[in-house]
C-alpha cells in the first residue's frame, strides 16, 4: 500500500526556520517526482516545490523561492522541505504528494496527511 | 502562471441531485485537467485526470469533461459521502497551479 507521511510542522516565529520530512513507503520512492503543495486556512491549494526521482531537478513556487530548500534521501525514501525566513504568509497545511503520469497526463495521485505549520510570534 | 478559476465558490445540493462543477483556465491547457476531492482535515484525493479518465476505485458517477480553456466535473447522483471541496489543476505548464476550490454542502 503506498504511503506517505508528513512530519515536521509546528509553530515558528517569523523569520525562523521549519524542517518538514515526508516519509514513503509501498512504492519505488526513486523512481518519483515528489512535490510540496500548501493550503492556507480556508484557502485553495499552492504548489510549493519539486524535486525528480534523482534529485538533479528541482523547481520552486516564486513565493518560496531562496528561503525553502526541497530535498531527497532515496536510501531512506524520505522526502525534506527546509523553510527559512518563515512569514506570516508561510501559514498552511504542507502536503506531500507524488506525481505520477498516467497517458502522458501528469496529477498527483498520492497525498499524505499534511503537517501544519503556523509562523506567528 | 495560469490562472484556474472555479465555479461557483460554493454549492448547496440535495441527496440524488446532479451537480456541475465549472473550471476555466486563463488560458488553453489542452487536456491537462486534473479534479481533486478534500474532505475537512484530510488530504486531496484524485477524482479524474487528464480531463475525463477516472482514477482507478473512483466512482462511475463522477465524470469529467470539456477542452481547452473550459472544464466541468459532473456527480450525476449525489451520495452523501461526496460532500466536500472540489479542487481543479492544470498540469500543461509549470508551475501547476489549482482552482480556488468549490465547497459542496448539503441543502
Known amino acids: 500500500e503506498v504511503q506517505v507521511v508528513e512530519s515536521g510542522g509546528g509553530l515558528v516565529q517569523p523569520g525562523g526556520s521549519l524542517r518538514l520530512s515526508c516519509a514513503a513507503s509501498?512504492?519505488?520512492?526513486?523512481?518519483?517526482?515528489m512535490n510540496w503543495v500548501r493550503q492556507a486556512p480556508g484557502k485553495g491549494l499552492e504548489w510549493v516545490s519539486c524535486i525528480s526521482g534523482s534529485g538533479t531537478t528541482i523547481y520552486y513556487a516564486d513565493s518560496v523561492k531562496g528561503r525553502f530548500t526541497i530535498s531527497r534521501d532515496n536510501a531512506k525514501n524520505s522526502l525534506y522541505l527546509q523553510m527559512n525566513s518563515l512569514r506570516a504568509e508561510d501559514t498552511a497545511v504542507y502536503f506531500c504528494?507524488?506525481?505520477?503520469?498516467?497517458?502522458?497526463?501528469?496529477?498527483?495521485?498520492?497525498w499524505g496527511q499534511g503537517t501544519l505549520v503556523t509562523v506567528s510570534s | 502562471d495560469i490562472q484556474m478559476t472555479q465555479s461557483p465558490s460554493s454549492l448547496s445540493a440535495s441527496i440524488g441531485d446532479r451537480v456541475t462543477i465549472t473550471c476555466r483556465a486563463s488560458q488553453s491547457i489542452n487536456n491537462y485537467l486534473n479534479w481533486y476531492q478534500q474532505k475537512p482535515g484530510k488530504a486531496p484525493k484524485l477524482l479524474i485526470y487528464g480531463v475525463s479518465s477516472l482514477q482507478s476505485g473512483v466512482p462511475s458517477r463522477f465524470s469529467g469533461s470539456g477542452s481547452g480553456t473550459d472544464f466541468t466535473l459532473t456527480i450525476s447522483s449525489l451520495q452523501p459521502e461526496d460532500f466536500a471541496t472540489y479542487h481543479c489543476?492544470?498540469?500543461?505548464?509549470?508551475?501547476?497551479?489549482f482552482g480556488q476550490g468549490t465547497k459542496l454542502q448539503i441543502k
Open positions: 504528494a507524488r506525481r505520477t503520469t498516467w497517458n502522458f497526463q501528469p496529477s498527483f495521485d498520492y
Open positions: 509501498g512504492f519505488s520512492f526513486s523512481g518519483f517526482e
Open positions: 489543476q492544470q498540469s500543461y505548464s509549470s508551475p501547476t497551479t
